[in-house]
Structures are given as structure tokens and as C-alpha cells.
DNA sequence: ACCTGAACACCGTTCAAGT
DNA sequence: ACCTGAACACCGTTCAAGT
């Protein structure tokens, strides 16, 4: 006789983001998310691999999730204005739920990642903003460097690494504001942002 | 009878650091590291209040080397060609020693993380640097920018998150170039690089 | 004074037994 | 078909007993 099914991959995943973020990655333990769905740890492995496998569907979870937040930013204006939206809410999503952001940028054993196809999107998306902005051949460079620092800004934020005061929402806005300035700047032309750099075809 | 000391404290830390690089943190156990000094785990307590005290220890150590190589790279030339220097020297010790990289940027209980101070000289040498290109208004916002740019840089090429190919190297020089380009446009006037920006001492 | 084995409270995971 | 308790191999840590 078939006993009904007490939970589900979604529930336990859905419990699982809850865990993580309420209490840490190192609490996310298979008896605590068997005790948030109501059954024991033994019976998980019915619906998730192992804890590395519940670890990853978490992680797609949240990538789906910024994927679709910094898509939608990209619609914002002007690629100057585009990219600043989005930077602000890349900076959002991880202030919302740091222990999920942590996760998609850690490293992690490979069975572990979360999908980043499911972050295409938005990598496609950031690629079309910074290539209106630098010309096609620095957009992957141009790129690097905006997510490296808006990524290490959000990370030291996060680990609390920002300790001599100061206003870190200003320097935040200061950041985009050179990058976005020393973008302007940069190619083989040095002319002003009226020159603009050019964008050919594919 | 007192049994002859069988380790120390600094040979605890030395194993430790070498096991951190060799195996990673979650390798890091009481049991492998008194196994690789040749005593057993509870031996350990002895000499270290905890596991997490000796992650501490361990990072003191890296953060010492770090600071040491940041601050030697500060004396190269004029403000661009310096940070241009500390990037690189940054970038040279994440890759030598990745995992001690990243326990020093990681989010740490608080009992677990290393003593910021042991990076006080290279934060000033950073600050000085960057005082000089950007003025003194603007000196934290951009040191900010400029460390949370090559962290993440640093440490998103260490998680294996550049995946589109390119020249990753290039897109580091490219980094710095922008970001310098971007500082030597800053403050209020938007001068060209011959104005300067003004220092005034202290 | 330091080191040890044994013990305790945790993990993740497997598996035979229940329904 | 799913859930369970029991078991196994690990952790970190404590502690009484050894020298």
C-alpha cells in the first residue's frame, strides 16, 4: 500500500530558502528541513539527492529570482541610466536576502552550483547595456569590471568589511558614477560620450 | 610529572595554514590537524580555545602576509602606477594562496575572524594612494570602489564565475585602467588630468 | 603540564522494515 | 510508493585518568 506523499521537492525546497535565510547555510541541515515539512531526515531522500542537491534547487530558486530583477532593470533609459538601475538592484536583492546571494556567488563543489544558465538573462542584458556604452570590442572586459565590483562591494557590505564609517550608500552611487565615467572614457577614441562608441551589427 | 610539550601553537597554525591550502576549510578538522602534528585532537585544546580560534590564528597569519605584500607594492612610483601595483600584488597573493584569500573575505562569526588591524597599514597605504588621485574628499567612497572592484574581481575569477572565455588577464588591466580613468575625472570640476586634484594636507 | 581514550551531542546518509 | 527507526561513519568538544 502507497503511503500519500507528506511533502514535495517544491515544499522542501520553498522550507529550505526559509532556513537559509532565517538562519544560515550552516543550520540548513537535513533534520531541520525535515522538521519544517513534518517528516524525518531519512524520508528527504526521497525527493532531494542529498543535501548538495537541495543546496543547488535552492540556489536556482534565488538565480531565478535576480535573473528576473536585473532584466527588468535593464529596461531603465539610457545605458548610463540602465546600468545604475541595475546596480541598484542587483545591491537590493542581496540586501534582501543575503544568505541567497552568498550562496549564488560562493564556491561551491560542482554538483552544488545552481544552474547559470538560469542568469543568462541578465548576463545578456548587462552585456547589451555596457556594449552601448564601451563598443563592441571591450563589452566582455567592460562588463567584468562593473559585476566584479558591484559584487565586491555587495560581498564586503555583507561581511561587514566597510569599518571606518563613513556612507556606503554614497559610496556605492560614487562607484557607479566613475565606472560609468571611466567607461565614457575608454576605447581607442577618447572623445566625449557625444562621439559614442561605436556598435556595430552582431 | 609534566609530559614534554609535544606541539605549539605555532606549529598548530603552520599545519593548519598548510592543511587550509592543501584539502580546503571544511578539511580543516581538530582531527587532521592534530593528526599532522602528531598528536591527538584533544591534545589541541590544550593550545587553541577552538576550532574557530584557530581559523582566527590561521587568518591572522594570511592577513599579515597580505598587508606586507600590499604595502611593498604602495612604493611604486606615482598614484596610478602604485594602485596599479597594489592590484596586482592583491591579485598575485589570492592566486598563491586561494583558500587563505578567501577565509580573510569571508563572513566569519565574529570570534572566528581575523584581526582587521593586521591590515591597518595597507588600508592606509591604499587611502594615501587614492587620496592623491581623487582628493581628500573622496578618498573613502573611492578606496571602496576600488577594493570592492578588485575583491570581486579576484574572487568571483576564483569561484569559477567567468565563464563567457576572453582574456581574463585583460580584463583585470582593463579594470584598472577604467577605474583610474574614471578617478582622474572625479570631484566637481571634470577637469583633464594635468589640473590635478587638489590635496590639501591632512 | 600536557596528552589520552572514552563519552556526548551532533552531522549526512543508508537500509531493512513497516504501511 | 513513501516514511520510519536504527545504524554507521564522521564531526567538535569535554573530562577524568594517565604520565
Given at each position: 500500500?502507497?503511503?500519500?506523499?507528506?511533502?514535495?521537492?517544491?515544499?522542501?525546497?520553498?522550507?529550505?530558502?526559509?532556513?537559509?535565510?532565517?538562519?544560515?547555510?550552516?543550520?540548513?541541515?537535513?533534520?531541520?528541513?525535515?522538521?519544517?515539512?513534518?517528516?524525518?531526515?531519512?524520508?528527504?531522500?526521497?525527493?532531494?539527492?542529498?543535501?548538495?542537491?537541495?543546496?543547488?534547487?535552492?540556489?536556482?530558486?534565488?538565480?531565478?529570482?535576480?535573473?528576473?530583477?536585473i532584466d527588468q532593470a535593464a529596461g531603465t533609459g539610457d545605458p548610463p541610466e540602465a546600468l545604475r538601475a541595475m546596480a541598484y538592484e542587483f545591491r537590493a536583492f542581496a540586501h534582501a536576502d543575503p544568505q541567497?546571494?552568498?550562496?549564488?556567488?560562493?564556491?561551491?563543489?560542482?554538483?552544488?552550483?545552481?544552474?547559470?544558465?538560469?542568469?543568462?538573462?541578465?548576463?545578456?542584458?548587462?552585456?547589451?547595456?555596457?556594449?552601448?556604452?564601451?563598443?563592441?570590442e571591450h563589452t566582455l572586459e567592460a562588463a567584468r569590471t562593473f559585476v566584479a565590483w558591484a559584487h565586491g562591494f555587495v560581498s564586503m557590505e555583507l561581511a561587514g568589511a566597510f569599518r571606518l564609517g563613513g556612507?556606503?550608500?554614497?559610496?556605492?552611487?560614487?562607484?557607479?558614477?566613475?565606472?560609468?565615467?571611466?567607461?565614457?572614457?575608454?576605447?581607442?577614441?577618447?572623445?566625449?560620450?557625444?562621439?559614442?562608441?561605436?556598435?556595430?551589427?552582431?
Amino acid at each position: 500500500l502507497p503511503t500519500p506523499r507528506r511533502t514535495s521537492v517544491e515544499q522542501i525546497v520553498l522550507a529550505g530558502r526559509g532556513i537559509l535565510e532565517e538562519e544560515g547555510l550552516e543550520s540548513l541541515t537535513m533534520q531541520r528541513v525535515a522538521q519544517a515539512v513534518g517528516v524525518r531526515a531519512p524520508s528527504l531522500y526521497k525527493h532531494v539527492r542529498d543535501r548538495g542537491d537541495l543546496i543547488r534547487l535552492i540556489g536556482n530558486d534565488a538565480a531565478r529570482e535576480l535573473g528576473r530583477r536585473i532584466d527588468q532593470a535593464a529596461g531603465t533609459g539610457d545605458p548610463p541610466e540602465a546600468l545604475r538601475a541595475m546596480a541598484y538592484e542587483f545591491r537590493a536583492f542581496a540586501h534582501a536576502d543575503p544568505q541567497a546571494y552568498r550562496l549564488l556567488f560562493a564556491r561551491l563543489p560542482e554538483d552544488w552550483r545552481a544552474d547559470p544558465a538560469l542568469l543568462a538573462g541578465a548576463i545578456e542584458a548587462v552585456m547589451d547595456v555596457i556594449g552601448r556604452l564601451v563598443g563592441r570590442e571591450h563589452t566582455l572586459e567592460a562588463a567584468r569590471t562593473f559585476v566584479a565590483w558591484a559584487h565586491g562591494f555587495v560581498s564586503m557590505e555583507l561581511a561587514g568589511a566597510f569599518r571606518l564609517g563613513g556612507d556606503v550608500d554614497a559610496a556605492f552611487a560614487y562607484g557607479v558614477d566613475r565606472l560609468i565615467a571611466g567607461f565614457e572614457r575608454t576605447g581607442s577614441a577618447v572623445g566625449s560620450p557625444a562621439d559614442g562608441p561605436r556598435n556595430e551589427a552582431a
